[in-house]
């Protein structure tokens, strides 16, 4: 036979065997794209400018005027604060200026307790964890991606500090969320949210809404 036709099926074996040695690699990685949703354009933006609620430090006075007039602006609640969520109005913020707020979308609560703790005044109270009153979150199913079958998640069951009595796997399906009556809204399920228009909020006047 002659040697340049072996040597030509020579060079086209291995480029064959290159070919298919690269498809049996990038089989974990499209199984992996399966289960992970595609970002889109949202991806980009900064969680800070999706514009979600701004919460109260937890054990805060529940009507807001009282806060602005029991908070002293003193920041120790910052100071003390573990993952450093707590933020202070500007004095652009009118009657708000210098009192303390939570951007879950940023950094959320972890309901360790001890903002309430050092508080001098009665704008934050030492509450008990599971009596802590934030807000209830609420999970806009049409964005949620387990909701839309577009990817595998759990991200917010899986942080949440109170468990299932917060929130949980919708039965028959562990993969949709929905929020339970023992939701505080401390927020954390939303900082987790992988979803870049972030389907899960926290709303601090009504109930959990799923």
């Not at 004095?91 to 707020?101: F, I, R, W």
């Not at 964005?143 to 998640?153: E, H």
């Not at 939303?190 to 809404?209: Q, T, Y």
Request: overall charge neutral; some cysteine.
């Amino acid at each position: 036979m002659d040697r340049r036709a072996i040597d030509r099926r020579s060079f086209l074996y291995r480029i064959f065997k290159s070919l298919w040695l690269t498809a049996i690699a990038a089989i974990p990685y499209g199984i992996g794209r399966m289960l992970v949703p595609e970002k889109n354009q949202l991806a980009s933006l900064n969680k800070s400018q999706l514009n979600h609620d701004k919460l109260r430090p937890p054990g805060a006075l529940n009507d807001d005027i009282d806060f602005q007039k029991a908070c002293i602006g003193c920041s120790l609640c910052a100071e003390v604060c573990p993952p450093a969520c707590i933020q202070f109005y500007h004095l652009d913020g009118a009657n708000n200026a210098n009192t303390p707020y939570i951007e879950p979308a940023l950094r959320a609560c972890i309901l360790c307790g001890k903002c309430m703790e050092v508080c001098p005044t009665n704008a934050l109270t030492v509450t008990e964890t599971r009596k802590v009153n934030m807000g209830s979150a609420q999970i806009e199913r049409l964005a949620c991606y387990p909701w839309v079958d577009q990817g595998i998640c759990g991200a917010c069951v899986s942080i949440c500090p109170l468990g299932e009595t917060a929130i949980s796997f919708e039965f028959a399906n562990m993969y949709r969320p929905v929020v339970n009556d023992g939701c505080v809204g401390c927020g954390l399920c939303v900082e987790v949210c992988p979803h870049p228009s972030l389907p899960i909020r926290i709303n601090k006047e009504a109930d959990a809404i799923v």
